[in-house]
């Protein structure tokens, strides 16, 4: 039995940098991790592998779309599947062997094994229990799918399933037009598979600015995408290799079915927290299922913690990681912070899109003032070079001080451009402070700064 300050089960983003920090605090710490690597979903069957093959598969895209225009003649690569999941797994394993190398430097045990809490302050791994003064729980979420689903992960996949397919779908239906569906649809389309996306609301990506979800769909549709709105699926049917995905138009009641050799589940995802043991410990749970934690990360049971997607919020690792390093600073006695109202959410498709902050909609429904400041790709020179003119920056800020309150983006670099605004934000900065910051020309960063100039006097390139 070993003692430790702080016992982190789950190895994933939240996990592991919350590790990290409080070893480099002084804190004696340990992570319980029961997959063969580090990094949880992220790391292993979400992030960074999905965006592996957006990479391969944007650049596919590139050569059949784009090269041509630009001269570089000859026929577009053909693809090698085996070898894309071979490249996608040797980037997975490069990033969790980079946490392991992590964890050696900052002197974070790694418990192997899955970790259940016999009682608080301590942790049980396999035959051994450990103590603990504290207990983060950091086990992350699962793909949850819907009533009338039966998940294979072979024809009927969620994402850990859509990453590692035996086969280029030919046809293949995404139940949910939320990230996954759209990354992973993105993905299967630039390969050549006929991609229908089912969605029970009238608009995609549930939350977004609704202007940039018009634009999103519009541009996707045109990448060959075809989209079903408005419908609740009810039920896939498995029968031969062939699956038949029965839905509901909410208009009218209507009823249809799509088939389909390969379907996606993309429907959300629900915390995962069975197994731990924290009904039997008295651990609060919120109706969703997810730990009752206070603004500090404190469950109902002294001692025992949760950050991530086991708790309320975004579910994105960068909040996991956020809310990991400000535990571990309240842990090790400092104070630790997280801004909930400057979070980026990124979407890696072609063109990306990224927004943080407040949307329009969200705005109109508090009832306060705010101004416009959009710019066009279309005006900005570099991205037409790259022939990604489709898309724009738009910034809300306050009416009477000008201080930006969110900012969306679709266009080239979108998950990048956002950060910029982050600052500004966490800085409190005007929508003028960014328009009087000069900005590297020719460089996409433009249109932000532009998008800037056209909540006040307004833009140049307009
Ligand atoms: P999501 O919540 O983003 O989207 C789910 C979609 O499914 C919604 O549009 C919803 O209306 C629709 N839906 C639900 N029930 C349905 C039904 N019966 N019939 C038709 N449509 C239905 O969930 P998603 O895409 O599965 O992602 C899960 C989580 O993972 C999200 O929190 C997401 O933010 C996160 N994630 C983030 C990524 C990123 O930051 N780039 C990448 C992948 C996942």
């Not at 580090?38 to 895209?61: D, F, W």
């Not at 992350?140 to 035996?166: C, F, M, N, R, Y």
Request: hydrophobic share 45%.
């Amino acid at each position: 039995m070993a003692e430790f300050d702080v016992i982190i089960i789950g190895g994933g983003p939240g996990g592991y940098v919350c590790a990290i920090r409080c070893a480099q605090l002084g804190l004696k710490t340990a992570v319980v991790e029961g997959r063969e690597t580090l990094g949880g979903t992220c790391l292993n069957v979400g992030c960074i592998p999905s965006k592996a093959l957006l990479n391969a598969t944007h650049h596919l895209h590139e050569a059949q779309e784009n090269f041509e225009k630009m001269g570089l003649m000859g026929a577009a690569p053909t693809v090698d599947w085996a070898k894309m999941l071979a490249y996608k797994s040797d980037v997975i394993g490069q990033n969790t062997k980079g946490i392991e190398f992590l964890f050696k430097k900052n002197k974070v045990t790694w418990l192997k094994g899955w970790g259940t809490i016999p009682a608080a302050g301590q942790v049980q791994v396999g035959d051994e229990v450990h103590s603990a003064k504290s207990i983060v729980i950091a086990t992350g979420s699962e793909s949850s799918s819907l009533p009338g689903v039966a998940v294979d992960e072979k024809i009927v996949v969620t994402s850990t399933g859509a990453l590692e397919l035996d086969r280029i779908p030919q046809k293949l239906v995404v139940i949910g037009a939320g990230v996954i569906g759209l990354e992973m649809g993105s993905v299967y389309a630039r390969l050549g598979a006929e991609v229908t996306v089912v969605e029970y609301l009238d608009a995609i990506t549930p939350g977004m600015d609704a202007e940039v979800a018009k634009t999103f769909q519009r541009i996707l549709t045109k990448q060959g995408l075809t989209f079903v709105m408005g419908a609740a699926v009810q039920g896939v049917d498995v029968a031969g290799g062939t699956a038949t995905v029965r839905y509901k138009l909410r208009k009218d009641d209507s009823e249809a079915s799509l088939t389909a050799d390969t379907v996606l589940v993309a429907t959300g995802r629900r915390p995962y927290t069975a197994g731990l043991g924290l009904e039997a410990l008295g651990v609060e749970m919120l109706p969703r299922g997810q730990v009752k934690t206070d603004g500090h990360f404190a469950t109902t049971v002294k001692g025992i913690y949760a950050i991530g997607d086991a708790i309320t919020g975004p579910m994105l690792a960068h909040k996991a990681e956020d809310e990991g390093m400000a535990l571990a600073e309240i842990l090790a006695g400092k104070s630790g912070h997280v801004n909930y109202g400057v979070i980026p959410g990124v979407i890696y498709t072609t063109p990306e899109v990224a927004s943080v902050g407040k949307t329009e909609e969200q705005l109109k429904e508090e009832g306060r003032a705010y101004k416009v400041g959009k710019f066009s790709f279309m005006g900005n020179g570099r991205a037409k070079a790259v022939f990604q003119g489709d898309g724009f920056v738009k910034i809300l800020a306050d009416k009477a001080t000008d201080r930006i309150l969110g900012a969306h983006i679709i266009g080239p670099m979108a998950g990048d451009l956002i950060h910029e605004i982050c600052v500004a934000m966490e800085f409190g900065a005007s929508a003028q402070d960014l328009a009087l910051t000069c900005h590297a020309h020719p460089t996409y960063s433009e249109a932000v700064r532009e998008a800037a100039l056209a909540c006040g006097d307004g833009a140049i390139h307009a």
